[in-house]
C-alpha cells in the first residue's frame, strides 16, 4: 500500500534514514507501487535503490550520508 506520511514507513527506515532519505524512499515506493502490480518485495527494492543513489551508508557509523557530503 502507497505511504501517505513517513511516520507510516517501516520501522526500518524510520530509524535508519535521516527526512529527506525517507521522502525519496516514499516518493519511490509510491511511484513503483502501481508499476509493478502491487509486488511489495519488489516496491520495496525499488525505494531502497532510489535512496542508495542519493544516500550512501557510513560504514563506521552505520548511518546514511548524502552522497553530496562526502568527502574523496
Known amino acids: 500500500m502507497p505511504y501517505k506520511h513517513l511516520s507510516a514507513l517501516p520501522a526500518s527506515v524510520r530509524d535508519n534514514l535521516p527526512h529527506h532519505a525517507q521522502e525519496i524512499y516514499r516518493a519511490a515506493f509510491n ?3 502501481k508499476q509493478y502490480n502491487h509486488d511489495e ?3 520495496h527494492r525499488v525505494a531502497w535503490a ?4 542519493k544516500y ?3 560504514e ?3 548511518q546514511r550520508q548524502s ?3 562526502s568527502t574523496e
Open 56 to 58: 550512501a551508508k557510513n
Open 31 to 33: 511511484s513503483a507501487w
Open 67 to 69: 552522497n553530496d557530503d
Open 60 to 62: 563506521d557509523t552505520g
Open 41 to 43: 518485495s519488489r516496491v
Open 50 to 53: 532510489a535512496v542508495e543513489q
